[in-house]
C-alpha cells in the first residue's frame, strides 16, 4: 500500500470512532486494530482495541505499515453505542521525533514497553536519560528485579506502549514487590 493512502486512511480516522485494521510488515500474519488519536509523517498514537476492550496506547512508526484500512462491522458499532472512548484522553505526547517524543513520555513517569519486532526486542521499564539518537532505559525481569541500565538506539525500535494493563500492573506492584523481606 503506497504511503500517501496509509496517511489519507490515518487522516479520516484521527480522532474519531473510525477504528483501524493495520498490517505491519514485521508480521504476516497478525493485525491490530487502533483507535487512532495523533499521527504525523512518521508516527502514529492509537490506542489499541481487542474484543471491545481498550488496552493502552500504542506509538507506532508509519513505515512499517504494510496495509491499513477502516473496519466497518458490527464490531465497531457496538464500540461507538458502548462508547468506548467516552473517557479516552489523548497524552501529552510530542511525536515530532523520538527524542521528543520519549522527552514526553519520561515527563510522564510511567513504566513503558519498548519494542523491535523485526528483531524480537520486548523490554519493560522506565526511561533513565533521553539522548539526541538513543535512550538510556531500565528494564526489570518476571520476578521485579530492576536490571542493568541498557541505551537502546532510535533506530531499533519499532514501538512503544504506556498506560496498557501489563505497564499499569507491574507499576502499581513493583515497589512492594521488591521490599518484601527474603524468606
Known amino acids: 500500500m503506497k504511503k500517501e ?3 489519507t486512511c490515518i487522516e479520516n480516522a484521527s480522532g474519531t470512532y473510525e477504528l483501524c485494521r493495520c498490517w505491519f510488515e514485521y508480521d504476516k500474519i497478525n493485525y491490530w486494530y487502533y483507535y487512532i488519536l495523533d499521527f504525523n509523517a ?9 474484543d471491545f476492550q481498550l488496552n493502552g496506547f500504542q506509538i ?3 513505515a512499517d505499515i504494510k496495509k491499513i484500512e477502516p473496519r466497518t462491522d458490527a464490531c465497531t458499532l457496538i464500540n461507538r453505542k458502548q462508547e468506548i472512548l467516552k473517557y479516552v484522553k ?3 505526547v510530542n511525536l515530532g521525533s523520538w527524542q521528543m517524543l520519549f522527552e514526553s513520555l519520561e515527563r510522564l513517569k510511567l513504566f513503558i ?23 538510556v ?5 518476571a520476578d521485579g528485579k530492576w536490571q542493568d541500565e541498557t541505551e537502546i538506539s532510535y533506530d531499533d525500535i519499532t514501538s512503544v506502549t504506556f ?3 501489563y505497564t499499569l500492573t507491574w507499576q502499581k506492584h513493583l515497589k512492594t514487590l521488591v521490599s518484601r523481606p527474603e524468606k
Open 137 to 141: 532505559f531500565q528494564e526489570f525481569d
Open 42 to 50: 512518521k508516527f502514529f498514537l492509537g490506542i489499541e482495541e481487542n
Open 163 to 165: 498506560r496498557d494493563r
Open 90 to 92: 489523548k497524552p501529552a
Open 60 to 62: 507506532r512508526r508509519i
Open 5 to 7: 493512502k496509509i496517511i
Open 113 to 135: 514497553i519498548i519494542e523491535n519486532d523485526y528483531k524480537d526486542l520486548f523490554t519493560v521499564g522506565r526511561i533513565v536519560k533521553v539522548k539526541k539518537k538513543s535512550l
